[in-house]
């Protein structure tokens, strides 16, 4: 065989493991529901854990108060599993939309760390396991994940472990709500997802998420990551890693006070009557100067530059109150008994649930 056949079967061979992992990535992804809580029942909400790699054990989960989902892949692969999968889940379960909770495994728990940061409104805590986030600048994203409780688990001979206690180190220096474990054991899961699930769900237990939390703060990586809580922003421009930055604070008096970064063109506040008092006029400040004094239009678009590049900017609808509105249809359309668990959707433990990504359900817009 000669060296340019050599060569060649060997790109040959890699390109088909990279296509390999590709698709194992993406089967993975499309896992979808796992497993229903055996105590199931309609008459009130029940919380989920989504899960980006590996999975808790289907088996153990069942017998806790927690629906399981796997989202897995990375960006906006994950993001789309995510939406799609809580969509469809809503609207065949009665799911407690402020009770989403988030796991995974050493990539994944890095994935569940960036997801959390672009969508700091998803989750009412997380918890990743052996997260393999180390490199600058994206590893000092971290400290704008203050409106999330954090579980950041290590096996105490994890290859990641020293990097992992950074991470803790620097959500805790930015005032973080968070927590540092370990457990026997080296970079593998199999301690929280395999032996004992209470590692997570003892965590999760009574982790509520606050809708309108006073204070937002949010870096906004990409355009379709300008929403968090109660506040959007149109950019200065439409690029990548743009690294536009926001903080609002809604303080006495209906004074809401603003800081962005030059990356920020226009600040969009969904107010009601849990930031100010809608009866009366709102003041919006930056620093000294006075951005806006009137009625608490909704929503109220406060403008502070003009943008360098123009876009269409899209509004988002937060995924909880997406949920909401599905699971309100849902209700609806099919009530739900309420001394025994649907019949006719028997709780899967390991079967995919490829419907939630094929078929998602459109999100319900803001009226």
Request: charged content about 25%; glycine content about 6%; proline content about 8%.
């Amino acid at each position: 065989m000669t060296r340019r056949s050599v060569s060649h079967s060997r790109a040959m061979s890699i390109a088909v493991l990279a296509v390999g992992m590709l698709l194992s990535a993406a089967g993975s992804a499309r896992a979808g529901l796992l497993s229903v809580p055996e105590k199931y029942s309609p008459d009130r909400p029940w919380p989920v854990i989504i899960s980006y790699q590996d999975n808790p054990d289907p088996e153990l989960m069942r017998k806790t108060d927690y629906f399981l989902l796997h989202c897995g892949g990375q960006g906006t692969f994950a993001t789309d599993a995510t939406r799609a999968n809580l969509r469809a889940l809503a609207a065949k379960y009665n799911i407690d939309p402020l009770r989403i909770c988030g796991t995974g495994f050493s990539r994944g728990g890095h994935e569940l760390l960036a997801q959390t940061w672009q969508h700091p409104h998803w989750f009412a805590a997380i918890a990743p396991v052996c997260n393999d986030l180390r490199k600058e600048p994206k590893v000092l994203n971290v400290k704008y994940l203050v409106g999330t409780p954090t579980l950041l688990q290590h096996g105490n001979h994890d290859a990641f472990l020293k990097t992992g206690q950074r991470v803790f180190e620097l959500m805790k220096q930015a005032g973080c709500d968070v927590q540092f474990a370990t457990y026997v054991g080296g970079h593998t899961p199999s301690v929280p997802f395999k032996q004992d699930v209470t590692l997570l769900t003892k965590f999760f237990d009574g982790k509520r998420l606050d809708p309108w939390p006073r204070e937002v703060l949010h870096l906004v990586e990409h355009k379709r990551y300008s929403r968090a809580f109660w506040v959007d922003a149109i950019l200065a421009e439409d690029a990548a890693d743009i690294g536009a930055t926001y903080k609002v604070t809604a303080g006495k008096d209906n004074r809401i006070a603003v800081e962005a970064n030059e990356k920020i063109a226009t600040l969009i506040l969904y107010l009601n009557d849990k930031l100010v008092d809608m009866a009366k006029p709102v003041t919006v400040v930056a620093g000294d100067k006075e951005l806006y004094n009137g009625p608490p239009a909704r929503p109220l678009k406060v403008k502070l530059r003009d943008p360098l590049t123009p876009y269409a900017w899209k509004e988002q609808t937060p995924l909880w109150e997406e949920l909401a509105a599905i699971r309100k249809a849902a209700a609806e359309k099919e009530p739900r008994p309420t001394s025994q668990p649907d019949a006719a959707a028997p709780a899967p433990t390991t079967q995919p649930a490829d419907d939630a990504l094929t078929n998602p359900l459109a999100p319900v817009r803001r009226k």
